[in-house]
């Protein structure tokens, strides 16, 4: 009956039938802690799959992965597994039932909202993404005197990731600024006091920022009674990709299930990547003695994905690391293919060999979704947009600028926000902007006159008009009282009624942006409320990998370009690494020291074990740095990175690009230039 176990290895499947026997499903903590590509996050899933099988009530399930999409294709793949066995019809009704999978942040969210009036929080509130944050972080700069002009004080940036590490890591200011900013180590007493402020603006303003709704929830736990429901609600906790969480979040674990029954977690320490996130691998590594007993552990060694010579390399690479727990990995999928250790001029080179491998690849038959091209930071894929652009050759980016990242579309967002939440000044001030006529100092006057309000949107509607805005300040009042009682999603349209005269005056592109304001609309439809909607486009954006959302993607094919973090768990035919040059890996900027090092090396490792069948690492002699304090934009000569020393050689084929004699006409370098670089940052401003 249960064929689908037949699938497995013997500890995959140690794995998934742990605990399980005879309906009593709750088992000793579990901990598989395994290479890439060995298999982790499929275990996961037929474990699911099992548990519900064996009668595991889908509803007290909580299933926490990496990005929502993670969570919803694990969902899918619990279907299907389960298919067999309960019949098409119950397997898509557990699969719905499987509502609480997601991400640590968005099931916090939820709980959040659920227990707010308990813990003294306003139901209603609005979450501020990064950027939100750092713009409230600046107001709040601005306010105590101590932006970056008259003073050598960290920027607003700094002083988030600053603040960002103490709460994640659950440590003390001087600490942090001693161990990771060391150069603004003198303003601790000043990044205190900023600091307890910012938390004031967030909580006055009704906002929680990302880091807040682990902090809250995590705070939440130590409340004995609330722990106990929560805790209560879930047979089995089950986490993928454990080795990139912190402190907040083990401790969120280990106050939902105590002894660590129905708990289960896997992760690989090799690819360890987010400790700017104060992620630590130690959260993995101590796993087995938090508990007791014991928590049982198991490890998996084959890999299923890549190819010999490309997992050779991989192996090779990260058997240089100073620490290493998991083992070496191996596979049978044998190939004479070794991966491709490519030398190219520079980064318009290196466009053009990988449109022209990519190309090659799609003729043999290879659609270019199953290609990707990862990169160690947004920028360094520039080069490639544009010669993709020049192509035709469709694409979607993972990582950088996002959809939502654009203004106009933030500024629709940002209505909607400050609709759901008037005491949102972030939001507010977004959208004050907007209107002629009003500068910082009326946008300041109104927020705070709404803010010494106990009813702001009626204090709104009765502030004398401020000069020079005239009708556009009463559509203004009305659209955003309108909202107030309109239905979702109808507002989203109110909205853009509203906001087109503003972006034609604006932007010159309006039309494009209106398209997407179009499909913003398409995606909100999809959503029951404003409040689901808004909570969850901030917590998890949409990418163009599902079909009901995504941005305004016209083909259906394209290659994928991802930062190497954003490509964490996924797998493709083809991937190709660009600059694996020093200074962009190991970054220049995040290699200061050994640990960061040894981070770098393991970004590499992860890039690397994304590859199935073949994989291509470039090296360009000279590439492209954007201006770093003093020096400006420049070219740099760039040798190949570090991480793979003359000993790692062999495990490569080495090959220069392009192969004809030097001075051979390069394909593209002719004709008059056009500046599409220049129009594709244009899209979005
Ligand atoms: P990563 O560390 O990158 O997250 P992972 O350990 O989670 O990797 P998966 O993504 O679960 O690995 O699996 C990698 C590939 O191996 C997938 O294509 C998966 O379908 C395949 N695979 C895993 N286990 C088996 C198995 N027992 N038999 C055949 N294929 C398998
Ligand atoms: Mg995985």
Redesign the pocket.
């Given at each position: 009956m249960t064929s689908y176990l037949d699938?497995?290895?013997a500890e995959?499947r140690r794995a998934v039938e742990h605990g399980v026997a005879d309906g009593a499903t709750v088992g000793a903590p579990l901990l598989v802690i395994?290479?890439?590509?060995?298999?982790?996050?499929?275990?996961?899933?037929h474990r699911v799959a099992h548990l519900i099988v064996a009668g595991a009530d889908p509803r007290r399930i909580l299933l926490m992965t990496f990005s929502r999409r993670a969570a919803a294709e694990m969902a899918g793949r619990v279907e299907r597994i389960t298919r067999k066995v309960l019949g098409e019809n119950n397997a898509a009704i557990m699969r719905d039932a499987l509502t609480w999978a997601g991400t640590f942040h968005g099931i916090g969210a939820r709980l959040l909202r659920e227990y707010a009036e308990r813990i003294g929080v306003d139901p209603a509130f609005t979450i501020h993404d990064r950027e939100d944050s750092a713009d409230l972080m600046n107001l709040v700069r601005h306010e105590r005197g101590l932006s970056k002009t008259e003073s050598r004080f960290p920027a607003k940036g700094t002083c988030l990731s600053i603040y960002s590490r103490c709460v994640n890591a659950e440590m003390e200011i001087e600490k942090v600024l001693g161990q990771h900013y060391p150069w603004c180590a003198g303003w601790a007493a000043e990044l205190k006091g900023l600091f307890a402020a910012y938390v004031e603006a967030k909580q006055a303003q009704h906002v929680l920022d990302y880091d807040d709704l682990l902090l809250y929830w995590s705070q939440m736990m130590s409340d004995a009674l609330i722990t106990d429901e929560i805790g209560g609600r879930f047979d089995h906790v089950l986490v993928?990709?454990y080795q990139d969480t912190n402190r907040l979040q083990s401790s969120i674990l280990l106050a939902l299930k105590p002894d660590g029954r129905g708990l289960t977690v896997?992760g690989?320490d090799a690819?360890s990547i987010y400790s700017f996130r104060a992620a630590t691998v130690r959260n993995i590594l101590d796993f087995p003695q938090s508990f007791s007993p014991r928590a049982e552990m198991i490890t998996?060694d084959?890999?299923?994905?890549s190819t010999q010579p490309v997992l050779a390399a991989a192996n090779g690479v990260i058997g240089l690391a100073r620490e290493r727990f998991t083992k070496n990995l191996w596979t049978d999928r044998t190939s004479t293919q070794k991966p491709q250790l490519v030398t190219v001029h520079d980064e318009a080179d290196q466009a053009r060999y990988i449109v022209e491998q990519v190309l090659a690849n799609r003729e043999q038959g290879a659609l270019l979704k199953h290609q990707a091209v990862l990169f160690r930071t947004s920028s360094h894929s520039g080069p490639l947009e544009i010669e993709l652009t020049r192509r035709n050759i469709p694409f979607v980016k993972f990582g950088g600028l996002k959809f939502l990242d654009a203004a106009h579309v933030k500024d629709v967002l940002a209505l909607l926000r400050f609709a759901e939440n008037p005491r949102d000044r972030v939001a507010g001030f977004r959208i004050l902007h907007l209107l002629p006529g009003i500068g910082p100092a009326t946008a300041q006057r109104v927020l705070d006159q709404m803010a010494e309000s106990m009813d702001p949107l009626h204090a709104l509607a009765h502030l004398p008009v401020p000069a020079r805005t005239g009708d556009d300040w009463t559509s203004f009042v009305r659209t955003v009282e309108n909202l107030r009682y309109s239905e979702w999603p109808v507002d989203l349209e109110r909205v853009r009624l509203w906001y087109e005269p503003h972006l034609d005056r604006i932007h010159e592109d309006s039309e494009t942006r209106r398209a997407d304001l179009m499909q913003l609309e398409q995606i909100a439809s999809g959503y029951s409320s404003r409040e689901k909607f808004l909570t969850e486009l901030t917590l998890d954006p949409p990418d163009a990998t599902s079909d009901k959302s995504g941005p305004p993607l016209r083909d259906e094919d394209y290659l994928i370009l991802s930062t190497i973090h954003s490509a964490?768990?996924?797998?493709w035919k083809s991937v190709y690494v660009l600059n694996v040059v020093d200074g962009c890996m190991p970054s220049d900027l995040g290699a200061g020291t050994s640990a960061e090092l040894e981070e770098e090396r393991r970004l590499l490792y992860?890039a690397m074990?994304?590859a199935?069948d073949d994989l291509h690492l470039v090296v360009p002699q000279r590439f492209f740095v954007h201006g770093q304090a003093a020096k400006g934009d420049r070219h740099v000569y760039a040798s190949r990175t570090r991480f793979i020393p003359e000993q790692l050689v062999y495990l490569f084929e080495r090959t220069a690009w392009p192969k004809a004699a030097a001075g051979a006409a390069r394909t593209g370098s002719q004709g008059p230039k056009i500046d599409i670089g220049a129009r594709m940052r244009g899209m979005w401003r």
């Open positions: 699938t497995l290895n995959q395994a290479g890439a590509g060995s298999g982790k996050t499929n275990t996961l899933a993928d990709e896997v690989d690819q998996l084959r890999n299923y994905r964490k768990g996924q797998e992860v074990t994304r199935k």
